[in-house]
Structure formats: structure tokens, C-alpha cells
């Protein structure tokens, strides 16, 4: 039995940090008074009536998760194997030029790929709906409690993903002011059960195969 290996699937993220400047002037009697002023220039905010344009848009299904195979044998089980996350998928929206609201970013992307069926322009325009696509925060699928019963011949692996979308945007103010940038989030939680003894037609199934069953088994190969 061969244990689950993870080399692959850093998240980076950037973070910058704005540092005060403290000033201090002195008084006859020798107190102190420090007056703190900020050194980051201030940020042009975009129009709130601009207009999306949406290119390079695509979707891929990321394997996050895959257990130890256990045999089964033909008999039915219940899989005890716990899913060790392999990729953690987050939400990101990069932007240059005139700052937007990542959650108005991804509304227009969630739109634009028929996750977010809504009339309003902007997520702003929007009266009382909400939506875990435009959630900048929004928390990978949690791989706990996905335990089944199987009954396949040889060894049995479980394994979970998610469906990311991305794409490049531009975003256009009357007047001309632009912003562009790139924008991530994911949507539908995916989860299976393969045989390491039978070929798989799935991308993520097949990855999962590679990391979890012995190499050269039928569910690592190309069908």
C-alpha cells in the first residue's frame, strides 16, 4: 500500500504593507507629542458605472484531495481512508490602475460563466441576493466526512476537487479610466471513488490514481 504523496500546489499570495512615519516635536518643558503620517500615496478608486470586458475565461478541474487505497475485493466496504488535502483552492483578484471591489470583480465573472444569474450591473445594484462566488474569503471544501460504501475489485481510492474559473478583465470608465487585472474563484465541489484496477475518463480521477495506486496500474495509464 502505497501512502499518499504531496509535492505539488503552493498558493502564494502578495502582501503589502503601508508603514507609518512617526514625527515627534518637542515642547519648552521637554514633552513629546508624535503625530503619525501615512507614506503610502493614496489609490484612485474606480467609477462605480464602468463596464466589464472578460478574455482568456476558462475552466479546470484541480484534484484537492486523495486517500490511501484500501482493498475491497469485491466485497462491499465502508472506505475509512481519510482525503489529505493536495491543493488548497482560493479565491484571488489582482488588479492594476484605479482600485475595484474584489467582490464586484468576481460578480462580473460569475456572471460572465453563468454562476450568478442576476439583472443588476453591479453587485452594488443588488438588493438583498448574495453569493459565495463573490465571497473573496470563501473556504476551500471541507475534506472531512465523505466516507462511502464500495464494493470494486482491488484496491479502492477516494478523491475530491473543485471546478476553478479564471480569466483577464478590463475594466472601462466613462471617460476613459481604466482598470485590468485577473480574477480566480471556484465553484462546483467534486468528489469520487476509482479502482485502482480499472481505467478511469476523468482528469482528476486519473491524477489521483498516479499519486495514490501502485505505478502501472490500469487507473494511472491513458485510456
Known amino acids: 500500500m ?10 502564494l499570495t502578495a502582501v503589502t504593507v ?20 501615512s507614506s503610502a500615496p493614496a489609490v484612485a478608486k474606480a467609477c462605480a458605472n464602468g463596464s466589464f470586458t472578460w ?4 475552466k479546470t478541474d484541480r ?23 493536495v491543493y488548497t ?16 470583480v468576481l460578480f462580473s465573472l460569475g456572471k460572465k460563466i453563468g454562476e450568478i444569474d442576476s439583472d443588476a450591473a453591479t453587485l452594488a445594484d443588488v438588493n ?13 471544501p471541507n475534506l472531512d466526512s465523505r466516507f462511502s460504501e464500495v464494493s470494486d475489485p482491488g484496491e479502492t481510492v477516494q478523491y475530491a476537487g473543485v471546478r476553478e ?39 482528476i480521477a486519473r491524477q489521483a490514481a498516479r ?5 502501472g496500474s490500469p487507473a494511472t495509464r491513458n485510456t
Request: proline share 8%; aromatic share 6%.
Open 63 to 85: 484534484l484537492t484531495g486523495v486517500s490511501a487505497p484500501e482493498p475491497s475485493r469485491g466485497r462491499t466496504i465502508r472506505t475509512t481512508n481519510p482525503i489529505e488535502r
Open 89 to 104: 483552492p482560493k479565491p484571488s483578484v489582482r488588479t492594476e490602475g484605479p482600485a475595484l471591489p474584489p467582490a464586484e
Open 165 to 203: 474559473w479564471e480569466g483577464d478583465f478590463r475594466h472601462t470608465c466613462p471617460g476613459g479610466r481604466t482598470t485590468t487585472g485577473h480574477a480566480r474563484n471556484w465553484t462546483v465541489d467534486l468528489q469520487g471513488i476509482l479502482s485502482c484496477d480499472e481505467y478511469v475518463d476523468s482528469g
Open 18 to 37: 503601508a508603514a507609518g512615519l512617526a514625527g515627534c516635536t518637542g515642547s519648552g518643558d521637554g514633552d513629546g507629542k508624535a503625530a503619525t503620517r
Open 211 to 215: 499519486l495514490s495506486c501502485e505505478p
Open 2 to 11: 502505497r501512502g499518499v504523496t504531496r509535492g505539488w500546489a503552493v498558493a
Open 128 to 140: 438583498g441576493d448574495t453569493w459565495a462566488f463573490t465571497d473573496v474569503h470563501q473556504k476551500a
Open 55 to 58: 478574455t482568456g475565461v476558462k
